[in-house]
Structure formats: C-alpha cells, structure tokens
C-alpha cells in the first residue's frame, strides 16, 4: 500500500480543524475564532468529569501511607505560589520539586540514621552525584576510596576530571596513604562503611577526624550495612548515602537512593536534586517505604545466615580465602565489633554479604554460578533471595586488571548476597555447588 504526502490544497483549512465534506469551517470551528456560546449539557458533563476528581477530601488517617501520584498542585493564589516554592509555606507544587511520598519515605531514613535532614533521589548513583555537584566546585580535590563500587570510581575519578575536579585515590586501610592524601588537602572525601566487593570496614570516627582536620566533608556509602547495622553519622560523618534499591527496600523491584545528614548546606542538595533531575517517583518511594517495614527481620535473617555461610565457606577446600567482617581473621574484624550494631541477642551484626576467592579461578567461578539450581547470578545484592554476583565481570568491569588486583579481585572472586531463606537450605545449596569444583 502506498502513501502520498501532499500538500493541502489551498481551499483546505489547517489540519487538525474540523471541516465539513465541501472544505467549509464546521459550526464547531467557531469557539477557535473566539467567539463565545453557552456550553451545552453535555459539554458540562465532560467538564465535570475532570472537576470531579480535584474536588475531595479525605477524613481519617490511613492505615497505609497512601499514593499520591499527582505531578502538579494547585496554588491559591500567586502569593501561594510564592510562598510555596521558596518554602515559607508547606505544600508542593510540582512533583520533581518535592512529592509526599519522598518526604515520608525521607523523614523514615533521617529517623533511622538520627540525622537532622534527609532526602530521596532516583538512584544510588543519583545522590552520590547530588551530593557531588552539590558541594564540589572547579579545582577541588576528591579524597577518594579505591574500594568503592566501580561505577562510583568511574564517576569520582574519570567523569570528575571532565569537569575539572582532581580526585585522589586512597587505600583507606593504608595510614600512610591516607596521611598522604590529606596532605594535599582535598575538599571532599567518600568512602565505603563496608567496601565492594572485598567487605574491608571503613574506619569512619578516624576518617572524619582526620577530614575535618584538613575542613574536608565525608561522605559515607553505607548500601552493604544500612542504618541497621551501621549509623556512620553518629560516628561523625558529615552525609550518608543509601542506595535504597538494595537491603534497604528489599524486594529487587525499585531503583531509589538517599541522602542524610547535617543541616548546613543541605538547600543545596534539595537545589540540585531538582535541577538536575535526580528526583524520585511516588510509586518508587511508597515501594521502598513499605520495604523499610520488615527491613529488622530481612537484616537479622541474612546476617545470621551469612555468617553461618562464611565459617562454612572457610572450611571447604575448593576456597582459598573468605572475606568478612565477622571472621575472627578479617583484618577488620575488630573495627567492625566496634562500629556495628548487635541484634536482639547481642550478637554483633556482620552485614549480609560475604565474598569467597575460588581456587581454580575464573572457570571454577563460571562453573558454580552456571550449575547453581539455587542461587541465581544476579548482578546486584539485597533482595529476598540469596544471589550470586561476580565483581570482575560485572560491578568492577570498568578497572582494568591490575587495579581489580589491587582491590583483590580475580576471576574466581564471588560475591554472595544472603537472603531470607532458612539458613540450612542456603548452606546445602551453597556447599553442593562447591564440592563439584576443583580443590586445588
């Protein structure tokens, strides 16, 4: 079938108005040449059906927090306005501004890191770069950890040097290096409380003393721990970042971050979340918010279990070396009985993740992820289930072979997410997938 795109001719009226079969103005092209008629019933009926839904309102207190999807407010006036968009008046006006279901899911995530603000973004990525273009400017310099994830590394060390920033990469469990680092003075500093993939433990009360000490800000990546096991603010912090798409929210069906902390500055971070577009959806934040309910039984459940699953893991001579923090010989382990929370037994909580080092390498880690029937290969952590991931091929990619080295990642470097399942069917699961590999 075949398609001509002519040109109307000139006796037709503009496409889109309503013509009779002669080519002459229908009677309903009046109301577009201005002039005024009364409007019929049925027009009233269908302007009806749009006032209708705007003209309520609700008594009582829901039991849920409820959804509230609305893109744009009505004011009352141009003074309303005014006052509502330079926050003399609470309220909302548009959705990228600011939306309810952000504030309540923000003001959950201040109160479980005891922090003065807080605020919610599309992403983890999203508040790691509010919190960075909110406070870095031209010529600073970037204190640095080399154990972040990788995309954080790739934007803190490659996209920053685009904008004229100069990051410096710091192993933070070398004294030296960081006194290095510090030395030069950088403005900002970021670090993880439990780093990816290889779980060392930040030590955040010395490394905000010795950032304040040179008037550097820290921020604190804290996905593996969450506020439950980990408040690096009250261990002195200056902001804290949650990517709420992991343990937090729980369920591996959103994409949220957040960020909290002090008050100074924080106009700031809501200026630039806006700005430039890293704001949260209504549904995502009502998701995560939801998730928060049962986030205390999903971490005490993981968190036995991993650490059931890494003294098993150290045992089992298909492995070469285990990491985490709950390990007597993690060279953390003390830092981490310090700085962490414990559970209702006072036992200290170690995190949810635990990162094996097979011995045959690269093939062996193939093997196991590609003859699990438990575990499945999923390319992230925090979800219900216990999944598997694998940093060379996936988070840390983007390094380049002797930089993963140097973090201590190799191809058979796995990462296990834990989830709620019982504990001894993880360990049978994880225990039959390993005795199929070689042992030397």
Same mark, same amino acid.
């Given at each position: 079938?075949?398609?001509? =795109?002519?040109?109307?001719?000139?006796?037709?009226?503009?496409?889109?108005?309503?013509?009779?079969?002669?080519?002459?103005?229908?009677?309903?092209?009046?109301?577009?040449?201005?002039?005024?008629?009364?409007?019929?019933?049925?027009?009233?009926?269908?302007?009806?059906?749009?006032?209708?839904?705007?003209? =309520?309102?609700?008594?009582?207190?829901?039991?849920?927090?409820?959804?509230?999807?609305?893109?744009?407010?009505?004011?009352?006036?141009?003074?309303?306005?005014?006052?509502?968009?330079?926050?003399?008046?609470?309220?909302?006006?548009?959705?990228?501004?600011?939306?309810?279901?952000?504030?309540?899911?923000?003001?959950?995530?201040?109160?479980?890191?005891?922090?003065?603000?807080?605020?919610?973004?599309?992403?983890?990525?999203?508040?790691?770069?509010?919190?960075?273009? !909110?406070?870095?400017?031209?010529?600073?310099?970037?204190?640095?950890?080399?154990?972040?994830?990788?995309?954080?590394?790739?934007?803190?060390?490659?996209?920053?040097?685009?904008?004229?920033?100069?990051?410096?990469?710091?192993?933070?469990?070398?004294? !030296?290096?960081?006194?290095?680092?510090?030395?030069?003075?950088?403005?900002?500093?970021?670090?993880?409380?439990?780093?990816?993939?290889?779980?060392?433990?930040?030590?955040?009360?010395?490394?905000?003393?010795?950032?304040?000490?040179?008037?550097?800000?820290?921020?604190?990546?804290?996905?593996?721990?969450?506020?439950?096991?980990?408040?690096?603010?009250?261990?002195?912090?200056?902001?804290?970042?949650?990517?709420?798409?992991?343990?937090?929210?729980?369920?591996?069906?959103?994409?949220?971050?957040?960020?909290?902390?002090?008050?100074?500055?924080?106009?700031?971070?809501?200026?630039?979340?806006?700005?430039?577009?890293?704001?949260?959806?209504?549904?995502?934040?009502?998701?995560?918010?939801?998730?928060?309910?049962?986030?205390?039984?999903?971490?005490?459940?993981?968190?036995?279990?991993?650490?059931?699953?890494?003294?098993?893991?150290?045992?089992?001579?298909?492995?070469?070396?285990?990491?985490?923090?709950?390990?007597?010989?993690?060279?953390?382990?003390?830092?981490?009985?310090?700085?962490?929370?414990?559970?209702?037994?006072?036992?200290?909580?170690?995190?949810?993740?635990?990162?094996?080092?097979?011995?045959?390498?690269? !093939?062996? !880690?193939?093997?196991?992820?590609?003859?699990?029937?438990?575990?499945?290969?999923?390319?992230?952590?925090?979800?219900?289930?216990?999944?598997?991931?694998?940093?060379?091929?996936?988070?840390?990619?983007?390094?380049?072979?002797?930089?993963?080295?140097?973090?201590?990642?190799?191809?058979?470097?796995?990462?296990?997410?834990?989830?709620?399942?019982?504990?001894?069917?993880?360990?049978?699961?994880?225990?039959?997938?390993?005795?199929?590999?070689?042992?030397?």
């Amino acid at each position: 079938m075949s398609h001509r =795109f002519d040109e109307p001719e000139s006796n037709q009226p503009p496409r889109g108005l309503p013509s009779s079969e002669d080519g002459n103005p229908t009677s309903d092209e009046a109301a577009v040449t201005g002039a005024r008629r009364p409007p019929t019933a049925a027009e009233q009926r269908e302007a009806a059906c749009l006032r209708a839904a705007s003209n =309520f309102t609700v008594t009582g207190l829901p039991a849920v927090p409820p959804i509230v999807p609305a893109a744009v407010w009505e004011c009352e006036s141009t003074e309303h306005a005014d006052a509502l968009l330079s926050h003399a008046a609470p309220g909302y006006v548009y959705q990228r501004d600011g939306h309810p279901n952000a504030d309540w899911l923000a003001e959950h995530i201040r109160l479980l890191h005891g922090a003065e603000n807080a605020a919610v973004t599309s992403s983890g990525m999203a508040a790691l770069s509010a919190w960075l273009l !909110a406070h870095a400017k031209t010529g600073d310099r970037l204190f640095v950890s080399s154990q972040l994830y990788g995309r954080s590394l790739l934007l803190l060390d490659q996209e920053a040097r685009r904008w004229g920033l100069e990051p410096i990469i710091v192993d933070v469990t070398d004294p !030296a290096a960081r006194q290095a680092a510090w030395a030069r003075r950088p403005a900002l500093a970021v670090v993880e409380t439990i780093a990816n993939p290889c779980l060392r433990v930040a030590d955040v009360p010395r490394l905000a003393e010795e950032a304040h000490a040179v008037g550097a800000r820290l921020l604190v990546d804290n996905t593996f721990a969450t506020p439950l096991v980990c408040q690096p603010l009250g261990w002195g912090a200056d902001e804290v970042l949650e990517s709420l798409s992991k343990l937090m929210n729980g369920h591996g069906d959103l994409m949220l971050g957040a960020l909290a902390g002090r008050g100074d500055h924080w106009d700031r971070i809501e200026q630039t979340i806006s700005t430039w577009g890293l704001a949260s959806g209504p549904w995502e934040a009502w998701l995560a918010q939801r998730g928060l309910g049962t986030l205390g039984l999903r971490v005490a459940r993981a968190c036995r279990t991993a650490s059931e699953l890494a003294i098993a893991s150290t045992r089992h001579p298909a492995i070469a070396r285990v990491d985490f923090p709950g390990l007597a010989q993690h060279p953390d382990h003390e830092l981490a009985c310090r700085l962490f929370s414990t559970d209702d037994q006072g036992n200290t909580l170690f995190g949810h993740v635990v990162t094996v080092h097979l011995k045959g390498g690269r !093939a062996a !880690a193939d093997r196991l992820i590609a003859e699990s029937s438990h575990f499945p290969f999923c390319p992230s952590l925090g979800e219900l289930r216990t999944t598997l991931s694998h940093p060379q091929s996936t988070s840390h990619r983007g390094l380049t072979e002797p930089a993963r080295e140097s973090l201590g990642i190799g191809g058979g470097t796995v990462r296990i997410s834990v989830g709620i399942e019982p504990t001894a069917w993880v360990l049978d699961g994880w225990l039959a997938g390993l005795d199929r590999l070689p042992t030397n």
